[in-house]
């Protein structure tokens, strides 16, 4: 993989993304031949398709949007060859427990490579230091960068500090540093974060509305509310400082800062003494450092800015079996799936299922897809609940299954939670139960598709199978994993 390079730094970009994305193009409809699930796709997209641009997103500029957005277009193009997008890309890109399945998401991927250029900094993985240090405020010396950048400086307030022909290398990453650091002030309420508040560069420390930097008081070692403090959390009087540290300090500028402390802030100092044994407060930044996966971590903390979790689907969930539910519970149980299985299908199924990502005959009717409403197998009206759990063929299942959990001597699932696995995902003897609840959804599902008549028989056979499945997938990959599989099925009798 090797970046073309030319004189011009716009040019170089544009070469660079251009041949990319039509890499990335050409891989992808190849790939767009075979039938995958969606997760399955995902999966192909993060490990065939993506590096390339991971790689070009860590080394050079961002490219303008306009080349993002093509690049997005040709990856929901892949993951949706139809162009109908049922699941919402906001939902896609989340994180497991907020009913996403972490679709990567170009733009923020992006950001987060940029910002990891500040850490990359500190790791020494690059001679950048320099550059950056000639575009902050003076005196350029390590010292006040390490404190520039720890202070919480809003991202709209940078460019009052910048040299102005910063470049626009150093720029972005720095921009976006700032938005991702910068904490409001009532977000910040512990006592120990407020004392290492700095005084300068912060934008929850305004006069005139703007942040501040005096140079002379820095130099003298007056840079944290802290340092205007005594051990007893009283703020030390003018003369004081000047005698502690050794300036003179204008009475103006003084009730300045003074009175540019927040109001808040003032008040729990007040109320809190500080106590020594409380943890130490850390930067965020020294976090960042301190960590091997740092921009997993940025990356993480990022996408909730967007993500959007799937209520309407809970909704139509509430609305059909006509109870209430939890949406904290609800979203927590996403995750038991991972738990139990890493066959990709079925992982995909759960997912399917829990948000109504399923077509029936009734739905199928209405989009003009099917000439009938009705059941292929009892004849009356094909919903999700119908086909699930009412139609009295699916009936004598989940009868079996209840009496195969019953036998393991674990509690047996209700409608609820066979339709929707809402267990306790800290309990592990839920993991089971949920698996064999999934595993009857997906035949009854694979028995529609087929349009093959559903039987207890049949299902039991079908348990057989991904048991032995996942057995023997799992002894391949070492002694712990079968162990794990062992383990979950551990008193479950197939008869
Ligand atoms: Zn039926």
């Known amino acids: 993989m090797g970046i073309k390079i030319t004189r011009n730094t ?65 990856i929901y193009n892949f993951i949706w060859p139809s162009n109908n997008e049922r699941i919402a890309r906001k939902t896609l890109i989340g994180p497991i427990d907020l009913g996403g399945i972490k679709m990567p998401d170009i733009s923020t991927l992006n950001e987060t490579l940029k910002i990891g250029w500040i850490i990359r900094m500190y790791k020494n993985e690059g001679n950048w230091s320099n550059c950056l240090l000639s575009y902050i405020p ?35 990453p720095l921009y976006l540093w700032f938005d991702y650091n910068y904490k409001q002030m009532v977000q910040i309420i512990d006592t120990q974060e407020i004392l290492k508040q700095s005084l300068f560069f912060n934008s929850n420390i305004l006069i005139q509305q703007k ?50 402390i927040p109001k808040q802030w003032k008040e729990i100092l007040k109320r809190y003494k500080p106590n020594k044994d409380s943890i130490k407060y850390k930067h965020h930044l020294d976090e960042l450092i301190s960590k091997d996966k740092c921009t997993k971590i940025i990356y993480c903390c990022r996408i909730l800015r967007i993500v959007k979790t799937p209520i309407q689907r809970l909704l139509k969930w509430e609305e059909e079996l006509e109870t209430g539910i939890d949406t904290d519970e609800w979203l927590d149980s996403f995750k038991i799936i991972y738990k139990c299985t890493q066959a990709i299908k079925i992982r995909n199924f759960d997912y399917r299922f829990r948000i109504r990502d399923i077509l029936t005959n009734s739905k199928l009717y209405k989009m003009g897809l099917s000439d ?35 036998n393991a001597k674990l509690a047996t699932p209700g409608k609820i939670e066979c339709l929707l696995s809402l267990y306790d995902t800290e309990n592990n003897t839920n993991n089971i139960k949920h698996f064999l609840c999934t595993l009857t959804k997906k035949y009854i599902h694979d028995s529609k598709c087929n349009k093959r008549k559903t039987s207890v028989y049949g299902l039991l056979n079908y348990f057989k199978t991904i048991k032995d499945l996942e057995e023997k997938t799992s002894s391949r990959e070492g002694i712990k994993k079968y162990r794990k599989i062992k383990r979950l099925w551990h008193n479950i009798k197939i008869v």
């Open 10 to 74: 716009k040019e170089t970009v544009r070469l660079n993304y251009e041949g990319t994305i039509e890499n990335i193009k050409g891989k992808l409809e190849i790939w767009k031949i075979r039938k995958m699930s969606l997760m399955g796709k995902i999966m192909i997209l993060k490990t065939m398709a993506l590096s390339t641009i991971i790689y070009l997103l860590t080394n050079l500029p961002s490219p303008e949007n306009t080349y993002i957005k093509e690049l997005e277009n040709i």
């Open 138 to 172: 003076s005196p350029n010396n390590i010292e006040l960068r390490d404190y520039f950048l720890r202070s919480n400086l809003n991202a709209k307030h940078l460019s009052l500090f910048l040299k102005t022909k910063c470049s626009i290398l150093w720029k972005e």
């Open 372 to 406: 009938t409403e009705e059941c292929y197998m009892c004849g009356e009206r094909e919903t999700i609940l119908h086909l699930y759990w009412d139609c009295k063929y699916n009936k004598r299942l989940w009868e079996r299954l209840k009496n195969i959990i019953s």
């Open 211 to 260: 942040p501040v930097y005096y140079l002379k008081w820095y130099k003298a070692g007056l840079r944290t509310i802290g340092d205007l403090l005594t051990d007893e959390n009283e703020y030390k009087n003018i003369f004081v400082l000047e005698k502690e540290y050794r300036i003179n300090i204008d009475f103006l500028t003084y009730m300045g800062i003074y009175s540019a």
